[in-house]
């Protein structure tokens, strides 16, 4: 089948948000278990060595991709950040309500996406935007219009909040940053450098894990994080960010409450309340706002 790449992006940012969807739910079984540096750091290390294996069987590691390498320290820092936070605030947050403060991202991509590459928002963007956040402060403070009023934000909420801006932050920049290079020679540029920072930062909560006593949920959220959540998402998010507008490609994020409730379903922890499903419905209208093609 003969895609423009346009669609191919598209296609890339719906399996992306469903194997992000996943890490919501294995993360939050996971997070009590191990600290978010030890388990980050990890993730990276294996992510990065699989996505270096498939770079080198390929298209090869040119000598150029090296060039301003502190491009990659910048990319790897954001997501490392992102990373790091997303844990930590899974520790005291739920995968629904931590699904629908990634949905803000957005919100944030489109400001970062003009402040950096001129990128503009059409009024029917800013419209599908605003109905995305709405839906998405509808599932943060679950329907509870009181809790609105009294803004009651959980503390993990609030910790992967500046995740999530790191996060809208990366979109835009790959776009800036890229010189040429194939996705996933950038991705793993992009994870060295994270991996290397995360080191720095970790290296004393990967000292202290004692691996071998890690129950098995650990285990498996790792290899699934790195393989699916990490490595073959950051190949898709490298890919989209290059054929797509930042806005559009972090528009598949209002995707990822409705993926996690079915993980949820599929784990066995049940339906969030019908209340909440409204806000759920609001994030896919705005994701079909801004699909819409603007011409």
């Known amino acids: 089948m003969n895609l423009h790449p346009t669609q191919r992006g598209h296609l890339a940012m719906l399996a992306f948000s ?15 278990h191990i600290a978010p540096g030890a388990l980050t750091v990890v ?25 301003a390498p502190w491009r990659y320290a910048v990319l790897g820092a954001l997501l490392a950040a992102y990373f790091v936070l997303m844990f930590e605030g ?16 957005p919100v944030m991509a489109a400001g970062f996406g003009w402040l950096l590459l001129r990128q503009i928002t059409t009024a029917r963007m800013a419209l599908a935007l605003c109905i995305g956040a709405a839906g998405a402060l509808w599932v943060i403070f679950r329907g509870d219009l009181a809790a609105v009023a009294r803004m009651e934000i959980g503390r993990g909420e609030f910790v992967y909040f500046w995740g999530c ?4 932050i990366y979109a835009p920049m790959v776009r800036k940053l890229n010189r040429g290079e194939p996705a996933v020679v950038f991705t793993f540029g992009m994870m060295v450098a994270g991996f ?3 080191l720095a930062y970790g290296w004393r909560d990967v000292l202290a894990t004692d691996w071998a006593a ?9 290899v699934y994080i790195s ?30 409450p409705a993926w996690v409730i079915l993980w949820e379903i599929a784990l066995g922890r049940g339906v969030p309340p019908l209340i909440v499903l409204g806000g759920v419905a ?3 209208v705005a994701l079909g706002l801004l699909l819409k093609d603007e011409s």
């Open 18 to 32: 469903a194997l992000v969807a996943g890490s919501f739910s294995l993360g939050a079984l996971a997070a009590p």
């Open 43 to 67: 993730r990276f290390a294996l992510a990065g060595g699989l996505v270096g294996a498939v770079a080198m069987a390929t298209t090869g590691i040119p000598r150029s991709a090296w060039v």
């Open 90 to 105: 899974l520790k005291t947050a739920k995968a629904v309500p931590m699904a629908a403060v990634f949905t803000l991202t």
């Open 165 to 168: 801006l790191a996060h809208a």
């Open 196 to 198: 290397l920072i995360l």
């Open 214 to 222: 890690l129950p098995g949920i650990v285990w498996v959220c790792l």
């Open 227 to 256: 393989v699916a959540a990490s490595a073959m998402t950051f190949v898709l998010l490298q890919y989209a960010t290059l054929r797509l507008p930042s806005a559009k490609v972090m528009a598949y994020t209002y995707l990822t």
């Open 282 to 284: 609001m994030t896919i």
